[in-house]
């Protein structure tokens, strides 16, 4: 097959969950910049709806859809939303992360219920289901959003001086969602879906000194990373160019994790 073939997602169609967010919006320009119709799956119809906008004036082929990931219920009706208005989901993106814990150590412990009522129920929910339907038509492409915190511990020197600092319930999740999706490649291999992961390093978004300057401090390629770094890897997970790949957690970290 021609290589603008196997990158091709056109007559794709793609659900970003948490696809208005600053992981997930490039990733769903991505999608559709490739040929796929792309659906922004968020809790918040204001926000998904200015995403949509945005992406509609570039020409691109976006719609807005408000679900609940943590609400199996929910996650039924979306599917069958968009399989009535296009066809069953061929790319499904876990972008949505949320994070209840911004008193970090000191939080308290009903936020980290809700985190993982949110996070770890929701990401099961959602990975299940689109995979059940992806199953049936024998074919999909699921990837979900780890990060190099799942990877590897947080370096707390680098948030001396700041006042924040990583929650401990987000390498939790994150470092789950690497097995879990591990688990789903291994499980749905033989109806042709496949599960993988991608792990971004931190996002560049104006964070302030001295934390910036330690985090590249960190990093070999001496820089953050920006949405355009994220959007090659997801289209060749998407797409059939990436057909013998599953189970994989590919790191876009500048080279943190390899040192």
Not at 114 to 127: C, V, Y
Request: hydrophobic fraction near 40%; charged fraction near 20%; glycine fraction near 8%.
């Amino acid at each position: 097959m021609h290589i603008d073939k196997l990158f091709s997602l056109k007559n794709k169609v793609a659900v970003v969950v948490g696809g208005a967010g600053k992981i997930g919006l490039p990733i769903s320009e991505a999608l559709a910049e490739a040929g796929a119709l792309v659906y922004i799956a968020s809790s918040r119809q204001d926000s998904y709806k200015k995403a949509v906008e945005s992406l509609n004036n570039k020409g691109l082929s976006v719609r807005g859809i408000k679900l609940n990931m943590s609400d199996e219920n929910c996650v039924k009706s979306v599917i069958n939303s968009i399989e009535k208005e296009a066809k069953t989901p061929d790319i499904l993106v876990n972008s949505a992360c949320s994070r209840p814990m911004q008193k970090f150590m000191d939080d308290s412990i009903d936020n980290w219920d809700l985190s993982m009522h949110t996070n770890a129920r929701g990401s099961f929910i959602i990975n299940r289901l689109f995979g059940n339907a992806m199953a049936k038509q024998g074919s999909g492409s699921i990837i979900n959003i780890s990060s190099i915190y799942g990877m590897v511990a947080p370096d707390m020197s680098i948030y001396e001086g700041s006042d924040f600092e990583t929650e401990p319930d987000y390498p939790f999740i994150k470092g789950g969602l690497i097995m879990l999706s591990k688990y789903l490649a291994s499980y749905y291999a033989k109806k042709n879906v496949r599960v993988n992961v991608i792990a971004p390093g931190g996002l560049y978004n104006n964070q302030p000194e001295p934390f910036l300057s330690k985090y590249i401090a960190k990093v070999p390629m001496n820089r953050m990373a920006f949405g355009d770094d994220i959007k090659g890897s997801a289209v060749f997970l998407a797409s059939d160019a990436s057909s013998y790949v599953t189970g994989i957690t590919l790191p876009i970290d500048g080279g943190w994790t390899a040192i």
